[in-house]
């Protein structure tokens, strides 16, 4: 049974597609290693930088999402942990 929420799609190519509350949809391709270790700074600007990256964000779009809209791309990132 698949228990993803319905805003979150996995594409045959192996991204995720969110669709934002606004409907605006954006993807996001799978970390690699190299993503993890190219991130600095504390926990949260880790998050932010490693998000920005797999989704093409820049950091101003990134933190100009709602905290609703970011729990979705935060769900999305979770899709990739087994």
Not at 1 to 9: H, S, W
Not at 27 to 51: S, Y
């Amino acid at each position: 049974m698949d228990d993803k929420p319905k805003y979150l799609t996995e594409n045959a190519d192996g991204t995720v597609t969110v669709e934002l509350r606004s409907g605006r949809r954006i993807t996001m391709r799978e970390p690699t290693i190299a993503d993890q270790l190219a991130t600095k700074g504390n926990n949260e600007e880790r998050e932010l930088t490693l998000v920005g990256n797999l989704c093409l964000l820049s950091p101003e779009e990134v933190r100009a999402l709602t905290l609703r809209d970011y729990q979705r791309v935060q769900a999305a990132l979770m899709l990739f942990r087994d």
